[in-house]
């Protein structure tokens, strides 16, 4: 198994500009989320999904869309890059909701210039 | 409002000691906490968990203690190795659901 997969690893943007972050897994887990993590911030919930066709905002939804047609996939993509947006980015997954342990890709490390 | 708190931003501890990890939260309704470990570059992989309806979780050399009366729970590492250079994330779910609120991490630093 691959686990959780995301690319891609790194990423300038201008602002304005708009792009996609992929996530994939491969362990038939239900329940997927996207966490940034900032400086002296942990890392905080984007947005998440507890089933394919099943989304639903976490605690910094803004400027961020998700959707999730597959149980492998969970692509995140920003609207309009904003320089608040620079972060590193995760995905994580878990086999179902109520499971609580996470299993974390490797991160996008995104900066908008 | 931070509701899980990690007030040491780092520590360093000589190897073959232990290490401990301190974090505090505010919500009396959290019911179960985990730690996380990273490593620079990669993403934060899970170590250990405890529920409410214990005090104490052993795994190896990791133990999770939890204190519901000080809303307080800390991680040992014993004995402390380089390669547990990592940083320690605390977290814990929203209600009943998967949403996890981490705190800020420690850096933790284990030298020979």
């Known amino acids: 198994n691959a686990g959780v997969t995301q690319t891609p690893k790194f990423q300038v943007l201008k602002t304005g500009q708009s792009m996609t972050l992929q996530c994939a897994q491969d362990?038939?887990?239900?329940?997927m989320s996207w966490y940034r993590q900032d400086p002296g911030m942990g890392l905080r919930l984007i947005h998440y999904?507890?089933?394919?066709?099943?989304?639903d905002q976490g605690e910094v939804p803004n400027g961020y869309n998700v959707s999730r047609s597959t149980t492998e996939d969970f692509p995140l993509r920003l609207l309009s890059a904003a320089p608040s947006q620079t972060s590193v980015y995760f995905c994580?997954?878990?086999?179902?909701?109520?499971?609580?342990?996470?299993?974390f890709g490797p991160g996008t490390r995104l900066t908008v210039t | 409002d931070q509701q899980v708190k990690q007030n040491s931003p780092s520590l360093s501890v000589q190897e073959g000691r232990i290490s401990i990890l301190n974090c505090d939260y505010t919500?009396?309704?959290?019911?179960?906490f985990l730690w996380y470990k990273k490593y620079p570059a990669e993403g934060p992989t899970f170590l250990i968990s405890?529920?409410?309806?214990?005090d104490k979780n052993e795994d190896g050399r990791f133990t999770v203690f939890l204190n519901k009366s000080a809303k307080h729970l800390s991680l040992h590492i014993v004995p402390s190795q380089p390669g547990d250079s990592a940083v320690y994330f605390c977290?814990?779910?929203?209600?009943?659901?998967?949403?996890?609120?981490f705190g800020t991490g420690t850096r933790l630093q284990v030298f020979p």
């Open positions: 994580a997954s878990s086999y179902a909701a109520g499971s609580y342990e996470q299993y």
């Open positions: 405890i529920s409410s309806i214990k």
């Open positions: 362990m038939n887990h239900e329940y």
């Open positions: 999904s507890v089933g394919a066709g099943i989304t």
């Open positions: 919500n009396s309704m959290f019911d179960y």
């Open positions: 977290a814990a779910p929203r209600g009943n659901t998967d949403k996890l609120i």
